[in-house]
Nanobody, 115 residues
């Protein structure tokens, strides 16, 4: 079992920055990848960014050049650095841990970009 706890969401002005954190605990050694998704009201949950156990990263076209996924292995934590935020980035952001057998989701953290 893997438990994920997200933090760092909040209200930010357009053009501003936030850093989201996702702390993993439990049976973390079998995690193949950590991913960030987001979901706005009435919309599907969209993939945002991914980092594999080997350290490779990828991100959705909508956030390339603005969002960066990273990790601190000593803290079992992944981050999503969000820069140049736009109102359309407003959503609940979710962290997901992927193993061969299962996916584990965090509780989500609200990000609101508004002036």
């Amino acid at each position: 079992q893997v438990q994920l706890v997200e933090s760092g969401g909040g209200l930010v002005q357009p053009g501003g920055s936030l850093r989201l954190s996702c702390a993993a605990s439990g049976r973390i050694f079998n995690i193949d990848a950590m991913k960030w998704y987001r979901q706005a009201p009435g919309k599907q949950r969209d993939f945002i960014a991914e980092i594999t156990s080997g350290g490779s990263t990828s991100s959705a076209d909508s956030v390339k050049g603005r969002f960066t996924i990273s990790r601190d292995t000593t803290k079992n934590t992944v981050y999503l650095q969000m820069n140049s935020l736009k109102p359309e980035d407003t959503a609940v952001y979710y962290c997901k841990a992927q193993t061969v057998a299962s996916s584990y989701w965090g509780q989500g953290t609200q990000v609101t970009v508004s002036s």
